[in-house]
């Protein structure tokens, strides 16, 4: 059963939702059966990267709310994030545009490493401080999870995969998407937000029984003599 995931690479609760989304799928007794797949989504696609704006600046501007006020949203994520595990270090983080990222992700992806893509560039924004609009920092990340860090900087050289993050965009708008982290569950079930594990594991278990209930009955095969294919008997 294919989960798809629509996130953004600078999305705080996308983080915590992965983190909660596995913690379900970890207790899901068919585990095995679930397939995930990232997709990507841009909450600001005009976004310009600059290192020089403090984080607790960016999300004062585009909320209207004061400095101190946004760092407060940001002490609360922080602390959300912790109980999961996670370190946040917004006083380190880069405002950055992701749609870079989000081609290095679908890279990624084509290698079967979409889950570790993911994971690496969540923890280099918001635990490392590292900007993940910068080639270099993508390529090293990319020379991390396994990929080839000549490939990954080729490919970011150009506009490979730019068509694929666009498709995931227009996709989540036809779904109705409007905001991340959006977990899809055979195309039956929609989570928004980093909805607590007990949500992750409810609507799992009602996706999958219902899956299981459509799927093709395997054949009991009785094995006798016969002829196969190309003539051999």
Known sequence: MKIQIWSDVMCPFCYIGKRRFEQ???????????????????????????PTININQYLADIKGITIDHAKQLNDHVTQM?????????????????SFDAHRFAHLAKQNSLGDEAEEALFNAYFTEGKNIADHETLAELGEQIG?????????????????????????????????????????????????????????LEKAYTEWTATKPVALNVIEGDSCEVGGDC
């Open 147 to 203: 990929l080839d860090k000549d490939e990954v900087a080729h490919t970011l050289k150009g506009n490979k995969y730019a068509i694929n993050v666009n498709q995931d965009i227009a996709q989540a708008q036809q779904l109705g998407v409007r905001g991340v982290p959006f977990f899809v569950l055979d195309m039956k079930y929609g989570i928004s937000g980093a909805q607590p594990v007990e949500a992750f594991t409810e609507t």
């Open 24 to 50: 379900a799928l970890g207790q899901f007794e068919h585990k095995d059966e679930i397939e995930v797949e990232w997709k990507s989504f841009q909450l600001n696609p005009n976004l310009v990267t600059d």
């Open 81 to 97: 994030a912790a109980e999961v595990g996670l370190t946040y270090d917004f006083d380190k983080a880069i405002v950055a545009n």
